[in-house]
């Protein structure tokens, strides 16, 4: 079983920052990459941002520039640093791993609970 652990949403006025923490535990084989995703009300999940196991990074257009994502591959955590926070960021924030369990298994993702990050105008 993996598990992922979210912390760090909340409330936060336009402007403002905060930072996402997720961390992988169980049975992990190879972590290959970790990640953010986020849906607003009523929208897509969309991709906000994603670090490999090398240190590679991508992000949402929406997002380059005020958010950093950064990986920790002996912790098997993630941080997403979101800075300049405006209302359009707000969502419920998802982590995920892409991961192999054991060297027999597939790469799969496995998905955090989420947390809210609401930002007021």
């Known amino acids: 079983q993996v598990q992922l652990v979210e912390s760090g949403g909340g409330l936060v006025q336009a402007g403002g920052s905060l930072r996402l923490s997720c961390a992988a535990s169980?049975?992990?084989?190879?972590?290959?990459?970790m990640g953010w995703y986020r849906q607003a009300p009523g929208k897509q999940r969309e991709l906000v941002a994603r670090?490999?196991?090398?240190?590679?990074?991508n992000y949402a257009d929406s997002v380059k520039g005020r958010f950093n994502i950064s990986g920790d591959n002996v912790k098997k955590t993630v941080y997403l640093q979101i800075n300049s926070l405006k209302p359009e960021d707000t969502a419920v924030y998802y982590c995920?791993?892409?991961?192999?369990?054991?060297?027999?298994?597939?790469?799969?993702?496995?998905w955090g609970q989420g947390t809210q990050v609401t930002v007021s105008s």
């Open positions: 670090v490999t196991s090398g240190g590679s990074t």
């Open positions: 169980g049975s992990i084989f190879r972590l290959n990459a």
């Open positions: 995920y791993a892409d991961l192999f369990v054991s060297r027999w298994t597939r790469r799969d993702d496995y």
